[in-house]
């Protein structure tokens, strides 16, 4: 398929933008010496392109989206019906505040349900991400140790389950990482924990149930030691989905903790955004909280509220299902993996047979030993039964992991037609697995050397001068 720039006519146009009513005074110094190289296209030729660019790529409304700690559910239609409404939509990030009381108010009631499920006091809606919350949350962390002198504590401590986003965010907010192991069980290891407490504890970070969908029975346990320590605990909300309305992070004695909206809270995501990525925080901290107010605040880590409307819609969700209706959405996570789970298990072995909650690890490591079938070639051979691969590789401590998550939006039929999707694949991989290596067969693009495409990254279309 042609880039949009490759489809380019010198010279045509739509004229779908109404004239320019306002005076440009711009001075002459940051304007440019010569004219952009916009695609110029007629409208249909747009329209067209975007809509094959949008049927190339697979969405949960195109078919099952099992993507373990994605958490892929159904967008309601009715959000984005509200979302588009006029007096949400036209509004700048200049405008005088009290020409936008209603939009201030829609803020300010999603904070208030969100500390409500979560069991904190405070919450910032600043961060545009889950990892943008988790790196406010670690500066919080860091602003209220140095505010008490205590210097010294540096170190996050992180289990070899957690997603590749908490170390990352701990070392940029400046924190060294320490590794602790899992138990047999999935669940944070007690007596390696106890090992690395120390009077250079900042704090843990876990997210609970964990990246194996395992609910860690110990929690109230574990938070304990790292207080007790000195330690803050930071949860990091991703898995929410599992436990809404059921258990929450502050009862479970976190003190910090980020949601990400475009997951739990069935607003769209994937693409890179905008998603949304509250940062919440028990009353102790909430000084410190980006543009809280106080002095001590972490201060701005956006510069606008640019993803309001993901806000909105995730406040129009919460409006809709309402209290009852959050609970639901954490039991029917649960049952549809428990329901698939026991299912495949016969078939493929989990990783754990711990129970889990809304997601489980199955390990391909016996097929791939048995047959030459990789987690990568089952993957592969999913895309051509019109469904997303299940993640891949992931937890990192899963040998041949395919990490799946169904969500409560998908009925019982969609399961069950993978759940046999599964079973034909094992067998087809046991008696021809050339089938399997040469999947996909039946997607726009077969297999990408994606070697090539690490080390021969082509980011930009380069424009013949
Ligand atoms: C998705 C996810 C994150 C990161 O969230 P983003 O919004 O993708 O930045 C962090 N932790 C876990 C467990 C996740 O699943």
Redesign the pocket.
């Known amino acids: 398929m042609n880039l949009i720039f490759e489809k380019s006519v010198e010279g045509r146009k739509t004229s779908i933008l109404p004239a320019c009513d306002v005076e440009i005074c711009l001075p002459a110094s940051p304007k440019r010496e010569s004219l952009a190289k916009l695609p110029e296209l007629g409208e249909i030729d747009i329209e067209r392109h975007y809509t094959k660019l949008a049927q190339r790529a697979h969405g949960v409304n195109s078919g099952f989206y099992p993507l373990g700690?994605?958490t892929m559910k159904y967008n309601p239609k009715i959000s984005e019906k509200i979302a588009s409404l006029d007096c949400f939509n036209d509004i700048h990030p200049l405008q005088p505040e009290k020409t936008v009381k209603g939009c201030k108010r829609v803020l300010e009631n999603a904070k208030e349900y969100l500390c409500e499920i979560t069991g904190m006091d405070a919450m910032s809606l600043q961060p545009a991400?889950?990892?943008?919350g988790?790196l406010a949350g670690m500066l919080v962390i860091k602003a209220y140790h140095l505010d008490k002198g205590d210097k010294l504590r540096n170190e996050i401590i992180i289990p070899d389950s957690a997603?590749g986003?908490?170390p990352a965010s701990a070392v940029m907010a400046g924190f060294e990482i320490v590794n602790i192991k899992s138990d047999k069980n999935g669940m944070v290891d007690i007596v390696d924990l106890k090992e690395h407490l120390s009077e250079k504890t900042a704090g843990l970070m876990l997210?609970n149930p964990n990246?194996l969908g395992i609910f860690d029975e110990n929690i109230l346990k574990i938070t304990k030691m790292v207080h007790e320590a000195g330690g803050l605990c930071y949860y990091?909300g991703?898995?929410l989905n599992a436990i809404m309305g059921i258990a929450r992070p502050g009862d479970m004695g976190f003190d910090v903790t980020h949601l990400?909206l475009?997951?739990t809270f069935s607003t769209p995501h994937g693409g890179g955004g905008p998603?949304s990525?509250p940062c919440g925080c028990k009353a102790f901290l909430k000084d410190y909280l980006p543009m809280s107010g106080d002095n001590r605040s972490i201060g701005r880590v956006m510069g606008f509220y640019g993803n309001f409307l993901v806000i909105l819609k995730a406040l129009i969700y919460m409006m809709i299902i309402g209290a009852d209706g959050i609970k639901d959405v954490g039991e029917n996570a649960v049952l549809n993996a428990n329901y698939m789970k026991f299912k495949l298990k016969d078939i493929l072995p989990v990783a754990y047979d711990t129970p889990s909650m809304h997601e489980f690890v199955l390990s391909l490591e016996e097929l791939k030993e048995k047959t030459g079938v990789s987690a990568l070639d089952f993957s592969k051979a999913l895309l051509d039964h019109g469904m997303h691969p299940p993640t891949m590789y992931f937890p990192l401590i899963v040998h041949e992991a395919l990490m799946i998550e169904p969500t409560e939006t998908e009925s019982k039929e969609t399961i069950d037609e993978a759940i046999k999707t599964f079973k034909e694949l094992v067998s087809i991989a046991e008696k021809t697995p050339e089938i399997i290596f040469n999947s996909p067969i039946t997607t726009p693009v077969g297999r990408l050397d994606e070697v090539l495409a690490a080390r021969k990254a082509i980011l930009r279309h380069e424009f013949e001068s």
């Open positions: 700690s994605c991400a889950g990892a943008h988790e997603h986003t908490n997210t990246t990091d991703a898995n990400n475009h997951k998603g990525g």
